[in-house]
């Protein structure tokens, strides 16, 4: 994992590199590692800063050279 971003209750954002990722605690074998079931997000050009997940986990933001926010709905 390159980057952690945010932690919720149930979910976890990282980022490898320039994409951002979504990983569902209940359903993950490692917590530090990339897996083929963690959701993409999107792409932060020159890396993401940061990221907040709802206090509902209805959706994430994530900043960097710019705003992106996904619906976890």
């Known amino acids: 994992m390159d980057k ?14 320039d ?9 993950f074998k490692s917590l530090s590692t990339h897996e083929k079931k963690d959701i993409y997000l999107c792409h932060v050009y020159g890396e993401p800063e940061g990221a907040l997940i709802s206090p509902t986990e209805d959706y994430v933001v994530v900043v960097g050279h710019g705003l992106s926010i996904a619906n976890m709905a």
Do not use: G, I, Q, T
């Not at 209750?9 to 590199?17: A, G």
């Not at 994409?19 to 359903?27: P, R, T």
């Open 19 to 27: 994409n951002v990722y979504l990983k569902v605690k209940n359903s």
């Open 4 to 17: 952690f971003l945010a932690e919720s209750e149930s979910f976890k954002v990282y980022s490898l590199s």
